[in-house]
């Protein structure tokens, strides 16, 4: 069976095979966005004890830094209208990070009134799709962002940056990495310590996670950006796969792939939580995450929404072996 | 923002990185299963019209290579108790290659009877699956080939050969990659042009994808092996993903993920041949396959068997620009 296969041949397959995954970190962290990204989509508004019962979930699964609520305007987003009142009586867990987002100086009044040590501003990496979402300039945003990002951490805050539309654009079409790496770095600047790099509405592939990957790590080191992929249409995981051989050590998730962005038609699902860890922890990858918990978690996740959620490993369970069936 | 990236840390990252495609092929071949493995596992019979239906839709998307159907007994799947008539009215397509299961000697018969060109023979790389699946030892299962396959190919026919529970079997667990080797040597030594090596319960990851397809380079060229991975578990794109950067050539799919393996608790969906051709077509691989007409075939899958598919692309389309909407 060896015939045909030359010596050199080998040789070179070896060379080119051997540092697949030379750079795939031992551990990375997944910052869980469910509560956030997740719910503000659902056209059903989810009951605040619903949401309660899904954060304590997640961290009884082990998940250590989720967004929890958004303190945009409850007439954009009204299904995150309890965001106070979630933030607020929240328990505090021992090495869990709860996040809300913050569109503006009103929304870091609202997560510094209920104690939060971290928020996250957003932007698109779009004029066209930034306009839709938040109806300013990119400038303009990053305007506002300068004027809340220095005084959260003078506050003592973490803050962290999304850049949404970076594999593409539904009105623009492409979008230019070395564009998005200069809007990345100037958030960096401003004092946000990871930019979140969106992949909106789930169009990226391989290469092109490549070419990304490649330009950031070429401007910053990996911890400062993270991947945010939605699984539109179903190449998240393998778009995962590139930035871990590549080095890339943070990825946000959604338990059961729930979630999308209410102003990119066509957006559907995150990259599920369970999913992930089931590929990360099958590579020999720690997350700190229990896979049978985050499983539970999305089995919450479904009922709490009140309908079945896109991820794949809630619903098949991890690999356990089953009892032979009698034939004949 | 280049600070704390010292230049010989860029110099690594540019060693590990390049080779990441390398051995990315221009061109890869799909074998659509969905008309078999998609329609022998619906408890719904699907009419010999809409296999009709299916198959030109299929054919009329650039699928060169599609099983039909399978000549097992009917007493074991009623879904394709009309193999033979399928098999003999289909229209002649140039360049398109008909091909069905067949499990032994009574199978092989029938499948000349019709005129294929092309069979296919099954086994599994357990024996607690294989006896599951087929009521025989491995042994006894290559022994039934042996009295097929050579008969096969002097008859002019090309036989291909699948593997099944290569990632891991339900029933025993963890799979010895070098015994499926050895059981995939002796099929080609019995004359099979190329063994597809089945995921049939959706557990693979991509550092266990890498060790399966490095044995098997190591023992035979790329082009006597497949990949037929199920997306049970959401990781088959990546794990083809491993198998295109280490210079596999052969995938199978099935349209819109239909398909699963009645005797595999837990087993639902293939790899989806539209998700697959976007995730290629976007890496700039070629297929042959029209990534528009093999979603609208994704569609006539659905509407043949009566229910929504899990495939993702068939239901997102591909990446088409969006007119903005109008805000204020």
Redesign the interface.
């Known amino acids: 069976?060896?015939e045909?296969?030359a010596d050199h041949e080998?040789a070179d397959?070896a060379?080119?095979?051997a540092?697949?995954?030379?750079?795939v970190a031992d551990e990375v962290s997944i910052y869980e966005v469910s509560p956030r990204d997740g719910l503000q989509n659902e056209s059903a508004m989810i009951p605040i004890e619903g949401k309660r019962r899904l954060i304590a979930a997640l961290v009884g699964a082990g998940l250590r830094r989720i967004e929890i609520t958004s303190f945009v305007s409850p007439k954009w987003v009204p299904q995150l209208a309890d965001a106070e009142e979630l933030a607020r009586t929240l328990p505090a867990e021992r090495g869990v990070t709860f996040s809300a987002l913050c569109p503006n100086a009103r929304g870091l009044e609202r997560a510094l009134a209920v104690g939060l040590r971290e928020i996250a501003v957003f932007l698109s990496a779009s004029e066209?799709h930034n306009?839709?979402n938040i109806?300013k300039s990119i400038d303009d945003t990053l305007s506002v962002f300068s004027e809340i990002v220095p005084p959260a951490r003078e506050a003592g805050l973490a803050v962290r940056a999304y850049v949404s539309t970076v594999w593409?654009c539904?009105?623009?079409?492409d979008v230019d990495p070395a564009r998005v790496v200069r809007i990345a770095?100037r958030l960096?600047?401003l004092g946000c310590y990871q930019v979140s790099l969106g992949d909106t509405?789930?169009?990226?592939?391989?290469?092109?996670t490549?070419d990304i990957v490649?330009r950031f790590?070429?401007?910053?080191?990996p911890e400062r950006f993270a991947l945010h992929l939605h699984?539109?249409?179903?190449?998240a995981?393998?778009n995962?796969?590139?930035g871990l051989?590549?080095?890339v050590r943070d990825f946000d998730a959604s338990v059961a792939g729930v979630g999308g962005c209410p102003?990119a038609?066509?957006a559907?699902?995150n990259m599920?939580t369970e999913?992930l860890v089931?590929?990360l922890h099958?590579?020999?990858v720690r997350t700190g995450v229990d896979l049978d918990k985050v499983i539970e978690a999305g089995n919450v996740a479904e009922q709490v929404i009140g309908r079945p959620l896109p991820?794949?490993?809630h619903r098949?369970?991890p690999?356990r072996?089953?009892?032979?069936?009698t034939?004949?």
Do not use: W
């Open positions: 069976m060896t045909g296969t080998s397959r060379a080119a095979s540092p697949l995954f030379a750079r066209a306009r839709a109806n593409g539904p009105y623009e079409g770095e960096i600047d509405i789930g169009v990226g592939t391989p290469r092109q490549h490649r790590l070429d401007a910053m080191p699984d539109t249409r179903g190449t995981l393998a995962i796969l590139v051989e590549l080095g102003y038609p066509g559907a699902g599920a999913d089931f590929m099958g590579m020999g991820g794949k490993v098949a369970g690999f072996l089953r009892r032979q069936p034939r004949d």
